[in-house]
């Protein structure tokens, strides 16, 4: 296989679980019908972005590992023979939940897991109190695609980990994601925000030699006790190549599904070029495994 079709599915999500499920598979059937191998969904696209309130009750969402949720995209991975990158709020254990990506095979197999080792706690965005974070470690997922290098959200500000995913052997990376605006932020704000996001994952995809492919929702959510004016995500899931370029990129304010070819070897060529994992000074980077070097 030389090159390898991708795809993102965006969408909104509302209060009833199995319609955001149903939402998703469509976007999965359309991504397959353009000839989709890998399909990333977005994060936690089973239910809205309950993380914008703190509330013991919301954690009867959660769910095991296997579970409803892999069982209904396994269902769909083996019926159309793709690879479907989802997302669960997983229930590990009573009081210890993660925010998990779930890689299913293209027979339906559970290839894997990512546990969210990054965790927000910002005004909307209060993970900390639902989500434990992940043991690790960063190492990618074999499927017959490739190995994927599967974090989520908030991981896609971190070098660190973008980069460990591309030393443990990497082919592509994927965040699964739901971010947006704070209302109260003026336009130019907002453009400024939605523009970093957009490029420190471009940035990832040029340090490693990787395609990045980000997924994320649209639309408002409003969750009893949260803000008056809700969450507004901003899409805008985009696929870029080892280069940085992009690929395909959806609207901010629209469902959609984007779809991109990979030239598998062009990761090597461009490497050879742009040799940043060669050239690295291991010797000199001790300080980067403390929190501030004084």
Known sequence: MSTLTVACVQHACGIDPAANLAASEAGIRAAAAQGAQLVLLQELHRT??????????????????????TQFL??????????????????????????????LERDGMLAGRYRKMHI????????????????????????SVGRLGVLVCWDQWYPEAARLM????????????????????????????QEAWITIQRAHAIANGLPVLACNRIGVEHMPGGAPQGARFWGSSFIAGPQGELLAQAPSDAPAVICADLDLARSEQVRRIWPFLRDRRIDAYQNLIRRVSD
């Not at 954690?59 to 949720?69: K, R, S």
């Not at 927000?120 to 074999?142: N, Q, V």
């Not at 990497?170 to 925000?193: C, F, K, V």
């Open 120 to 143: 927000p706690d910002d005004p909307g965005y209060l993970e900390k109190f639902y989500f434990t974070p992940g043991d690790g470690p960063f190492a990618p997922i074999d499927t």
């Open 166 to 193: 591309a030393l443990t052997g990497a082919d592509l990376l994927l965040y699964p994601t739901a971010i947006g605006w704070d209302p109260t932020d003026d336009a130019a704000e907002q453009a400024r925000q």
């Open 48 to 69: 809205q972005y309950f993380c914008q309130v703190e509330d013991p009750a919301l954690c009867d969402l959660a769910e095991p590992v296997p579970g409803p949720t």
């Open 74 to 103: 396994a269902a769909l991975a083996r019926e159309l023979g793709v690879v479907i990158v989802g997302s669960v709020f997983e229930r590990r254990l009573a009081g210890v939940y993660h925010n998990t990506a779930v890689v």
